[in-house]
């Protein structure tokens, strides 16, 4: 048997969660206070994920750059690679909140969407 | 000019003060005066995820959070001004300047105050050493990265352990940076525990509890930094000093709630939060003056600077409509007992709360397995078991209403060892 002592990362409140695992099965999971907590820690335990929060490039736009992030959570190991996809493309104003601008980033089959909005200069 | 209500301060508070009290009152006059070319205030420059899952129940990052409270002025006939900077404050008139209108005056019902909070600079921490560029308190870095498309250096140490550096930790170190250490001059981290696992164990950062910066070395741009091990008295112990060559040095050491104004108003401040002295309406000492959000204490959750700002937007309108609003002259003190450094609010009406106040508070230092109580007139009426309570987390207790009225004139919040 072997424990693991997690931080849920859902939310701010940060609870503190045990999963008790006999190999690579799960026998429980322990603290969670919700829902997600439970989902995250048998995620982070099998395939860990995060979403990656970062900025892109805007041509045409009456500000250069806006922030965007994963629509889903990406495996934690290709991080660097969705950094590198996004740090390498441009997109055009106008931009809505939600615009899809990036449609599978870096082979994750996850879309990369604006979280601001830009108008046209 | 006139409102009935003015907000200054356009971010997190002021907007949702200013929708809470239009949605309480349509026929409300509001106008929230913002500094910025934008609305949104700090959460524009906060792209990370996180913020919402108690108010929208999803998580959303920073700028998404602030357009649902921006998409929904128009509908509520919300008014604002941009680039205005408001100059004095009393409780029916707000003075503010502008490039368009020049200085002007409007006069009011009531002031909400949502100034927000500023970081504590490098002057305000006495680091010793050279003056060389590179040294940025976080939230500087932050903008610099995240809005205007600059880095701010290629090697970081990074002081203080606040949430805003860590953040910035993982912002740098995705942006291609190397961060080499976060050091936080106490024994416990000061920002959220979430943090620390997703900005720093994640991409193997090393948090150096119990460590200061002691010297910065660097003739025009920063070239090294020497952090040392501090004893218990913060003082740094000899033989612990060890130099970390770098470019940058980011400063997360705390917030300061930015109460120029309020303090030029004769508003009564509380010298443990720096903020206003506020009842359970979010009223400040000043009738008609309402205080909410970081300006008031500082906060680790937007949703709790909403929750409590749209309590601070209602009480507003109230005020403004009813002539009797806090006329009910039963006050109940909320005192900061064992461990508790201070709580919000310090004074309940009972005449103004509904079914139940929520009183929120932040510990000294670490306790783990131990009790938050809360006590009527020396009575413990509250006992509830923390497996841990730390000074980065807010804490929060629910009073009832029927409870209270049965507290003759004081209420103790503490926390006791088990």
Redesign the interface.
Known sequence: MEIRE???????M?C?ITVTMDGSAIISVEGNTCKRGDTYARTEVTAPV??????I?VTGGV???I?C?TKEPVP?DK??EV?AAI?KSTSLAPIK?GDVLIEDCAGTKVPVVA???VDKV | MRSDIVIIGGGPAGLAAAVAAAKYDPSLDIMILERDAELGGIL?QC????FG??TFNE??????YA?RFEAQLPDLGIKFMLNTMVLDVASSSVTAVNSDQGLFNIECGAVILCMGCRERPRGALNIPGLRPAGVFTAGTAQRL?????YMPGKEVVILGSGDIGLIMARRMT??GAKVKAVCELMPYSGG???N???CLD?FGIPLFLSHTVIDIKGKERVTSVVIAEVDSNSKPIPGTEEEITCDTLLLSCGLIPENELSRAAGIKINPSTNGPVVNESFETSIKGIFACGNVLHVH??VDYVSEESARAGISAAKYVKSSSFGEDCSVIEIKAGTGVRYTVPSFIRLGEIDDNVTVRFRSGNVYKNSYVDVLFDGEQKYHRRK??ITPG?MEQVILKKEDLEKAAGEITVAITES
């Open positions: 997690l931080t849920c990362i859902n939310c701010p940060g503190r995060r979403t990656v929060t970062t900025t490039k500000v250069d750059r922030s992030k934690k991080i660097f950094m740090n909140t979280t601001k909005t | 524009n792209i990370h995820n996180g899952l108690h998580e959303l990052t920073g700028p998404e357009e990265v995240n809005i205007e498309g995705l942006e959220l525990k979430r620390i696992v997703q994640d680790d959750l497996q841990i987390e």
